[in-house]
């Protein structure tokens, strides 16, 4: 059964940083490509960062690029998503899963940035 357990969210004043993780369960993640979501209330769930296998090759949605970091452990089975100079608007909560898969989301991990 495919799983995805999402952490690393906390409450954080804007400028700061975290590192969220994400560990999948019932798959090899080395086989796909694997991507970070958010959802913020009252708006659609949105693509913020996704990493390919081999090659190693990532993507941002423009709002997060030169600010987050996505990157893999295929040993641990995990996906990291490192996020820096946060703001506001990057309050969400944060899920991850295959980019090309139907698969069944998490409880995802809440990021809150505020003053």
């Given at each position: ?39 913020a209330p009252g708006k659609v769930r949105e693509l913020v960062a996704a990493i390919d296998s081999d ?36 309050t969400a909560r944060y899920y991850c899963k295959r980019t090309a898969y139907d698969d069944v989301w ?10």
């Open positions: 059964q495919v799983q995805f357990v999402e952490s690393g969210g906390a409450l954080v004043q804007p400028g700061g940083s975290l590192r969220l993780s994400c560990t999948a369960a019932g798959f090899n993640l080395n086989n796909y490509i694997m991507g970070w979501f958010r959802q090659p190693i090759v990532t993507n941002y949605v423009s709002s997060v690029k030169g600010r987050f970091t996505i990157s893999r452990d295929n040993a641990k089975n995990t996906v990291y998503l490192q996020m820096n100079s946060l703001k506001s608007e990057d998490g409880q995802g991990t809440q990021v809150t940035v505020s003053s």
